[in-house]
C-alpha cells in the first residue's frame, strides 16, 4: 500500500526540570523588576529568556517511516445446530452482508468470515465457538488484527476461554434470534445404555414449555424397536417414567416423540431416539456326557470358561443295569436327575447338549420325545457323536431321531482327515473366516469320524470322502446342530498343530442361542465416525439394495458391494442427527445417531449474559436494528469507546509497520547562540536608547 512518514517535536531538557524553573523565576523576578523601575527593554529581556529556555529544553524532531497496511477483522458465524434447528443461519449471512458494507478495503479494512463447523470439522457436542475463534485467529497475522464479531445466539460451551485468548484487538458479539423464543423441548433425565434381554426397564423423561404463559398437556408416544406405538398425556415441567423391554441381543432402539404446540420454533427437540444395547442373562446348558473320555472334559473346561454361560454338566458312570457290590449309600456317584432335566426343567435351559450319548436304559423314550418338542418349540439342541451313533442304540432310533439332521450310515472311518469347509460355509456365520482364525492349511488332523447322510439342513463341514462333519439345521421354532466326530478335542489339545477351538464352540453355541451377529440372513448397521456403514450377511450369491430413511423422512436406495464370502457393504455420509431405518427383505436395522434431544437443540434460547462478561467490546441484539462498523485508534483503550449505541469500532492498522525512525535537533547549537546573541544585543540596543 505504500509508505507512509508523520513528524514528532519532543524535548531533551540539557539541564534538570527543577533548574529550568528556577532560572525562570529569577529571570522573570529581575526582568519585572527592572519594568517596574521604567527600564525600556523588559520585553526583549523576557523574549532572550524564553530562547534561552528553549534551547536549554533541546527540542528535537523525531521523523517516523511506516509501510501502509490494512486491518483485518473476523466474523465468526456459529452454525451449529442450535442456529440450525431454530431456522437462524440466514442472520447470519444478514450480519455478515450489514458488517461488509459499513467497511471495506477502500477504507483500509478486510473483512475474513469463517464458520464454526470448518473450524471444528468434527461436529463436536455443544458449541466451542472460543475453540473455533482461536483455530481461525491463527491465519491473521497480530499486528493486522483489527477486530472479532461473533455473531452467535449467545448458547456457547467454552465462553471462559477469552479470558486466556490473546486477540489483540476488540472482540464483539452480534446476538441472533428473538428474546421471547417460544419452544417445547424433550428432555431425557435418565437412560439405560445397557439392559438384560426380557427385562421391564424404565426412563425418566420431562417435557418442558419454555417463553409460553401457560403449560398445556402434551401427547407422549414411544416406540421399542417396530413395535406398537405407546402413548400418554403428561403435563410439562413434571418428570415422566416410561417402560420398555428389550426384545432382543444388541441394539435395541427406543423413539420418543411428544407433539407440537403452537408457535414453538422448532420440532426437532421434540423427539429422541437412543440404542440400548441388550444383553442376554447367563445361558443355561445342560452337557450330558455318555461317557468319560479326554473329549467331554474339553468341552466342559471351554463351556465353563464362556461368562455367559452356566453350565450343568452330567457324564454317565454308572447304568441301572450296573451289578455293582458296592453298597448303594456308600458310593459317591448321584442318580441321573432325568425326571426333573426332561420333564419338569426342561424348559428353562437354552441349551441341550449330548456328548458320545447312547441309549442305555438311562433315558426313556418319553424323556428324548419332549426334549424333541422343546427343540420344535424354540429351544436348542447339539449334538456331537463317536461310534456309538452308528449302532442299535444310536439316539437316532428314539423319538429324537425325527429332528436330527444326519441319518447314520453304521460305518466308522478310523483314519487321519482334516476338516474343511464347505463353499457354503465359508459364508455361513458359524464357519465364515474360521480358516483365517486359525490357519486352515495347518489346522491339526482328526482322527476320527461317524459316516451318515445329511437328510435336512446345511452342511457347514466336511471330513474325508465329502462325508457331512458339521451340520446347521432348524427345526420348528428351534435349532439343531450335529457334530458327526468325537475328535474336536484334539484342537483344543494342540495336536499336530491344533485348531480353532474355542471360536468353534463358541460360535457354535451361540448360533444355537440366536446370536443376532451370527444370524445367515442378518442385516446390521452402524455409525463409524460420520459414515453410515451398513453390512448385510447372506447365504445367497447376491444381496438386494437397502432403503435408507434418513431422520427427515427422506428415501434412498444403496446397492451393497460383497468385501468377503458371505458380506456385503456399503456406505453413506449420515450427515442428520437422528434415527436412520435401514431396512431390505432380511429386516430392518435402526440406528440411532447422536441423539435429537442433544445438548444443541435443547438450549435453542438467545443469551448473552456470558458474552457481556466476557467480550472487550460490545454485545448487540440483531432484532434491535441495523448495525454498523467504524475504524477507531488502535492506542484508544477497551471499553465504551470501542463500541456505541448501533455501531462497532475496529481498529485501525492504516499506519502500518514502522521502518525507520531519525532524529535531529530543531535547531543546531551555532543556530541557538545566533539567536541568543541577537536577542541580547537588541536588548541591551533598546535599553541604550
Known amino acids: 500500500m505504500g509508505m507512509t512518514a508523520s513528524t514528532a517535536v519532543i524535548f531533551e531538557p540539557r539541564i534538570a526540570l527543577y533548574w529550568m524553573a528556577l532560572l525562570a523565576i529569577g529571570f522573570s523576578g529581575l526582568i519585572l523588576l527592572g519594568v517596574l523601575n521604567g527600564q525600556k527593554s523588559g520585553l526583549w529581556r523576557f523574549g532572550f529568556l524564553a530562547l534561552l529556555l528553549a534551547a536549554l529544553a533541546n527540542p528535537q524532531v523525531i521523523e517516523t517511516e511506516r509501510v501502509r497496511q490494512r486491518g483485518t477483522a473476523l466474523i465468526l458465524l456459529d452454525d451449529s445446530d442450535s442456529q440450525s434447528a431454530a431456522n437462524r443461519l440466514a442472520a447470519l449471512e444478514r450480519s455478515t452482508q450489514m458488517l461488509q458494507a459499513a467497511l471495506s478495503a477502500k477504507d483500509g479494512l478486510d473483512w475474513k468470515t469463517a464458520r464454526l463447523s470448518q473450524q471444528q470439522p468434527d461436529n463436536p457436542s455443544g458449541t466451542p465457538l472460543i475453540a473455533g475463534l482461536a483455530s481461525a485467529l491463527q491465519d491473521i497475522p497480530v499486528n493486522k488484527r483489527a477486530g472479532v464479531v461473533l455473531v452467535t445466539d449467545g448458547q456457547i460451551d467454552d465462553v471462559s476461554r477469552l479470558e486466556t485468548l490473546d486477540v489483540g484487538a476488540p472482540v464483539h458479539a ?130 465353563k470358561s464362556d461368562p455367559s454361560v452356566d453350565l450343568v454338566h452330567f457324564t454317565i458312570l454308572r447304568l441301572p443295569t450296573s451289578r455293582d457290590v458296592t453298597p448303594v449309600g456308600e458310593l459317591s456317584l448321584i442318580p441321573f436327575p432325568t425326571q426333573e432335566l426332561f420333564e419338569k426343567n426342561l424348559n428353562k435351559f437354552d441349551l441341550v447338549i449330548f456328548d458320545r450319548y447312547s441309549m442305555r436304559g438311562v433315558l426313556q423314550a418319553r424323556y428324548l420325545a419332549n426334549l424333541a418338542d422343546y427343540v420344535r418349540q424354540g429351544g436348542a439342541l447339539l449334538v456331537a457323536v463317536g461310534p456309538e451313533y452308528g449302532d442299535q442304540l444310536s439316539l437316532y432310533t428314539t423319538p429324537l431321531g425325527d429332528i436330527l439332521p444326519v441319518a447314520p450310515r453304521g460305518e466308522i472311518l478310523d483314519s487321519r482327515f482334516r476338516p474343511e469347509v464347505t463353499a457354503l460355509g465359508q459364508r455361513h456365520p458359524v464357519t465364515s473366516g474360521l480358516r483365517q482364525v486359525g490357519d486352515g492349511e495347518n ?36 435349532r439343531v446342530a450335529m457334530v458327526m466326530s468325537d475328535q474336536s478335542w484334539v484342537w483344543g489339545r494342540g495336536i499336530g498343530g491344533g485348531g480353532p477351538y474355542a471360536q468353534f464352540v463358541r460360535r457354535l453355541v451361540h448360533w444355537l442361542m440366536r446370536e443376532p451377529d451370527l444370524e445367515e440372513e442378518h442385516l446390521s448397521a452402524r455409525m463409524t465416525g460420520t459414515q453410515l456403514e451398513i453390512a448385510r450377511r447372506s447365504l445367497q450369491n447376491e444381496a438386494p439394495d437397502v432403503t435408507i430413511v434418513a431422520p427427515d423422512g427422506v428415501r434412498q436406495s444403496v446397492s451393497l458391494a460383497q468385501t468377503s464370502p458371505g458380506i456385503w457393504s456399503g456406505s453413506i455420509a449420515a450427515a442428520q442427527r437422528g434415527l436412520y431405518r435401514v431396512s431390505d427383505e432380511a429386516g430392518v436395522a435402526l440406528v440411532a445417531v447422536g441423539s435429537d434431544n442433544r445438548q444443541e437443540i435443547n438450549a435453542l434460547q438467545p443469551n448473552d449474559t456470558a458474552l457481556k462478561n466476557m467480550v472487550t467490546g460490545g454485545v448487540k441484539w440483531l432484532e434491535d436494528g441495523p448495525l454498523t462498523a467504524r475504524l477507531i485508534d488502535e492506542d484508544i483503550a477497551s471499553g465504551a469507546r470501542t463500541f456505541g449505541t448501533n455501531w462497532l469500532g475496529l481498529h485501525d492498522k492504516t499506519r502500518g509497520d514502522i521502518v525507520s525512525i531519525s532524529q535531529r535537533s530543531l535547531l543546531p547549537a551555532w543556530a541557538w547562540l545566533a539567536l541568543l546573541g541577537s536577542s541580547l544585543l537588541i536588548a541591551w540596543w533598546r535599553e541604550g536608547r
Open 443 to 478: 489346522w491339526g488332523p482328526w482322527f476320527r469320524l461317524s459316516a451318515g447322510n445329511v437328510v435336512s439342513g446345511q452342511t457347514v463341514m466336511t471330513g474325508p470322502l465329502d462325508l457331512p462333519l458339521l451340520v446347521l439345521d432348524r427345526q420348528g421354532d428351534g
Open 174 to 303: 452480534i446476538i441472533t434470534g428473538p428474546r421471547d423464543l417460544k419452544d417445547r423441548r424433550l428432555m431425557i433425565e435418565r437412560e439405560p445404555a445397557f439392559a438384560e434381554v426380557g427385562v421391564t426397564q424404565s426412563l425418566t423423561l420431562t417435557v418442558d414449555d419454555i417463553g409460553y404463559d401457560t403449560a398445556e398437556p402434551a401427547r407422549l408416544e414411544w416406540q421399542l424397536n417396530e413395535k406398537p406405538v405407546q402413548s400418554r398425556l403428561v403435563t410439562p415441567g413434571e418428570q415422566t417414567t416410561i417402560v420398555f423391554t428389550p426384545s432382543h441381543r444388541g441394539q435395541n432402539v427406543v423413539s420418543i416423540n411428544v407433539e407440537a404446540r403452537d408457535g414453538e420454533v422448532t420440532t426437532l427437540n421434540n423427539r429422541a431416539s437412543f440404542a440400548v444395547n441388550g444383553v442376554r442373562g447367563r445361558l443355561r446348558v445342560v452337557l450330558v456326557s455318555g461317557e468319560p473320555y479326554q473329549g467331554e472334559r474339553l468341552w466342559r473346561s471351554t463351556l
